[in-house]
């Protein structure tokens, strides 16, 4: 077996891991040296430095008309009845988050991959057409419109009585309605989902009104530390919750 060149006594394993330590200390002290600063007196950075998301302001339509506006209220008011400890769909705002979300770069698919070519794929694969967000909803709004103006005496979706709204949602779910040109069935996960999200989402984004939700649930918000009550099951959380703006409700 052929000797190691180290110093006597030392076997190869050590002077292979003596070697590889000195070549990690020298690259964290090269690539290092470049960003070395003496930081004296302060802190290396600044409370509230972080870029919270710009909050939803109240106002007009953003991206809905107001008839798709209505339609999107009646939807999410029926799939988030309101009951009388927390408000529905509509009054906690889920329409607006949508709205917002839809003028924005969710709307516009920023960030998907949207080249062809398009086919139905698994239900894993997620989306497989050539329509934004934004699209697919004001093509899969104008075929519900057109569904209920025929099948109810010319009254648009918002105008039906509750029973029908989801009698029609219900159709939508499981596949009596369908769209020309998109599907009926994806369109209500869609709007489910988007739902789901402005109800639970931070109020930041236009949903979750005064924090109804999260209270609704216990949830803390963006606290930033309630450890004490992480193991103390079945027990109400007995503060406010607070948004990533740090306000509490």
């Given at each position: 077996?052929?000797?190691?060149?180290?110093?006597?006594?030392?076997?190869?394993?050590q002077v292979?891991?003596?070697?590889?330590?000195?070549?990690?200390?020298?690259?964290?002290?090269?690539?290092?040296?470049?960003r070395?600063?003496?930081?004296?007196g302060?802190?290396?950075?600044?409370p509230?430095?972080?870029?919270?998301?710009?909050?939803?302001?109240?106002?007009?339509?953003?991206?809905f008309?107001?008839?798709?506006?209505?339609?999107?209220?009646?939807?999410?008011?029926?799939l988030?009845?309101?009951?009388p400890?927390?408000?529905?769909?509509?009054?906690?705002?889920?329409?607006?988050?949508?709205?917002?979300?839809?003028?924005?770069?969710?709307?516009?698919?920023?960030?998907?991959?949207?080249?062809p070519?398009?086919m139905?794929?698994?239900?894993?694969?997620?989306?497989?057409?050539?329509?934004?967000?934004?699209?697919r909803?004001?093509?899969?709004?104008?075929?519900?419109?057109?569904?209920?103006?025929d099948?109810?005496?010319?009254?648009?979706?918002?105008?039906?009585?509750?029973?029908?709204?989801?009698?029609?949602?219900?159709?939508?779910?499981?596949?009596?309605?369908?769209?020309?040109?998109?599907?009926?069935?994806?369109?209500f996960?869609?709007?489910?989902?988007n739902?789901?999200?402005?109800?639970?989402?931070d109020?930041?984004?236009?949903?979750?009104?005064?924090?109804?939700?999260?209270?609704m649930i216990?949830?803390?918000?963006?606290?930033?530390?309630?450890?004490?009550?992480?193991?103390?099951?079945?027990?109400?959380?007995p503060?406010?919750?607070?948004?990533?703006?740090?306000?509490?409700a």
């Open positions: 077996m052929r000797k190691n060149s180290g110093r006597p006594g030392q076997s190869r394993r292979l891991g003596e070697l590889l330590a000195g070549t990690a200390i020298g690259l964290v002290l090269s690539s290092s040296s470049v070395a600063r003496i930081i004296a302060a802190l290396p950075w600044a509230g430095a972080g870029s919270a998301p710009t909050p939803v302001q109240p106002g007009a339509w953003q991206y008309t107001p008839e798709e506006a209505s339609a999107v209220e009646a939807i999410v008011d029926r988030i009845p309101p009951d400890q927390t408000p529905g769909g509509k009054d906690v705002g889920c329409a607006v988050f949508i709205d917002r979300q839809l003028a924005g770069p969710y709307g516009s698919a920023q960030g998907l991959y949207m080249r070519p398009f139905d794929g698994t239900a894993q694969q997620g989306a497989q057409s050539p329509l934004t967000p934004a699209q909803y004001r093509q899969a709004l104008a075929e519900l419109d057109k569904y209920c103006r099948a109810y005496v010319g009254k648009s979706f918002a105008e039906l009585t509750d029973d029908q709204k989801d009698k029609v949602l219900g159709a939508l779910e499981n596949g009596p309605i369908t769209f020309e040109g998109s599907s009926a069935t994806a369109f996960q869609q709007v489910l989902t739902t789901r999200e402005g109800f639970f989402a109020p930041v984004y236009g949903g979750n009104r005064d924090m109804a939700a999260w209270k216990g949830f803390p918000g963006a606290r930033y530390d309630y450890r004490d009550w992480i193991e103390r099951h079945n027990e109400p959380y503060l406010p919750p607070v948004g990533i703006v740090g306000k509490p």
